[in-house]
């Protein structure tokens, strides 16, 4: 509790800013971020870096609920405002914030091997990270062991081998499904995530020309955040915070993205003449 009140002192200058930089590592952003880098940069790696995140999505999840460590403001409540305390859902062991971000950016950095790209990773890796400590919502060491396991996941994205099995995302989804109502909604989301992963089969390519690409990442994310939005939106809220209906909600999310957004943009995404997935 000593470093996270030292650190709070010493770095919590415009608590603004830890905000804004803690809230990179939300939902949504990894869901943009992925999004555009499947699409934009390197088709190729979208699968492999989808699994890698889902998987570590729900390993997270399970250690998380399953160690059930208090965060430092649940024993010294003025350590963090309310509104960081609002961005610490859930025990705390290890830090979501800088598992996924980890896994993600460094899991991007891997794949396309570019020093330059490795730089910016490493530094908006460490300043979400960062950010935990410094609004009090994580202890170091939450942080540094979601470090450690996103690093793994990180080398997961460039070296894991997912054979192609459509009954493994049905398994994934029909676990689920069995899920009963209190098992906390990230069980479900990272099942959904994986399995959507798990049944890609990219036959795009990066659009070239600069106005292609703007069409795509416009287009093709208002095509996904109204699959992600309007589910919720649609249905009753005793139906969506099903564990098997949330997986599904998050299972479309990712077909949307990487199926049906490359089949409507067809125009600007040439396809591939063999699937990606058998080039993993």
């Not at 795509?216 to 005793?238: C, D, I, K, N, T």
């Amino acid at each position: 509790m000593d470093i996270v009140h030292s650190l709070h002192a010493a770095l919590g200058g415009p608590e603004p800013l830890w905000l804004a930089l803690t809230s990179l590592g939300r939902d949504e952003v990894f869901i943009v971020v992925l999004a555009l880098y499947s699409w934009l940069v390197n088709p190729a790696g979208m699968r492999r870096l989808g699994v890698a995140f889902g998987l570590s999505y729900l390993l997270n999840s399970l250690l998380k609920y399953g160690l059930n460590l208090s965060r430092p403001f649940a024993l010294d409540p003025a350590v963090a405002s309310p509104a960081a305390q609002a961005t610490g859902g859930g025990p705390g062991f290890p830090s979501g914030h800088a598992q996924l971000s980890a896994t993600l950016w460094l899991g991007m950095a891997a794949q396309l091997g570019r020093r330059w790209f490795w730089w910016v990773a490493g530094v908006l890796v460490l300043l979400i990270s960062l950010s935990r400590i410094v609004l009090g919502v994580h202890y170091p060491l939450d942080v540094l062991g979601g470090l450690l396991l996103g690093g793994l996941f990180a080398w997961v994205a460039v070296s894991g081998r997912f054979p192609w099995n459509w009954w493994v995302p049905v398994l994934l989804l029909v676990v689920a499904a069995a899920l009963p109502a209190s098992v906390p909604r990230e069980y479900s989301v990272g099942l959904g995530l994986t399995a959507g992963f798990w049944l890609l089969r990219p036959t795009f390519q990066a659009p070239r020309s600069w106005p292609a690409r703007i069409g795509v990442a416009v287009v093709g994310l208002v095509l996904v955040f109204a699959v992600y939005f309007g589910l919720s939106a649609l249905l009753p809220h005793a139906i969506r915070d099903l564990g098997g209906v949330r997986a599904v909600r998050y299972f479309l999310l990712v077909l949307m993205a990487g199926e049906v957004v490359p089949r409507v943009l067809r125009f600007w995404m040439q396809p591939d003449a063999v699937p990606v997935v058998s080039r993993a």
